[in-house]
């Protein structure tokens, strides 16, 4: 019985340090796309050109709507704003690229788990669902504003700083309500 305790114990304690995953896949990830729109920007003639020859319509506008995205997307993941809504146009960026340019490339299983874009995706489609974390920009927004959202993700909190949270939740839901 002890031993099963232990487990649950370790147990909630690694689901309370999702936070950390959630900031490094952020940084990680928002930074590769920050530095890679920026680059894409500075070359927008040539990356246009790229769109082009890949017989994606309109090249010009969407290959700066795609460098743009990238940028900006990449420097609100970095710091956790709006990382759920951003996270949706990345998404789109990373299939568009998968669709458009390296499906052609691809001739078996192994050549598609191969490719990067379906990583980017899944980080973005992970932060779509789990969110930015406490160590965010949205996470301080939405307690400022005293929203629903921040209570769940104060769960995430390590127990020391969740406490003072627990504590005033049901007189801030009922704000909410």
Do not use: C
């Not at 894409?40 to 890949?54: E, P, T």
């Not at 709006?82 to 691809?106: C, E, F, Y």
């Not at 406490?134 to 127990?159: C, I, K, N, Q, T």
């Amino acid at each position: 019985m002890q031993s099963r305790q232990k487990i649950e114990q370790i147990l909630d304690w690694i689901d309370q340090q999702e936070w950390f995953a959630q900031i490094l896949v952020r940084l990680f990830v928002g930074y590769f796309f920050m530095e890679t729109g920026w680059g894409k920007l500075h070359n927008l003639d040539g990356f246009a050109q790229r769109f082009a020859g890949w017989g994606i319509p309109y090249p010009y506008f969407n290959a700066a709507l795609s460098a743009y995205t990238e940028f900006i997307g990449g420097w609100l993941t970095i710091i956790g704003l709006g990382t759920r809504l951003i996270s949706i146009p990345m998404i789109i960026n990373m299939l568009v690229a998968i669709l458009k340019v390296n499906l052609k490339r691809v001739g078996s299983i192994d050549d598609f788990v191969e490719l990067d874009e379906p990583l980017y995706a899944l980080a973005y489609l992970w932060l779509l669902l789990s969110g930015p974390g406490w160590v965010s920009v949205d996470f301080f927004v939405r307690r400022v504003f005293r929203l629903r959202a921040a209570l769940a993700g104060a769960s995430a909190l390590p127990e020391k700083q969740n406490t003072g949270l627990n504590a005033s939740s049901s007189i801030i839901e009922e704000q909410v309500d």
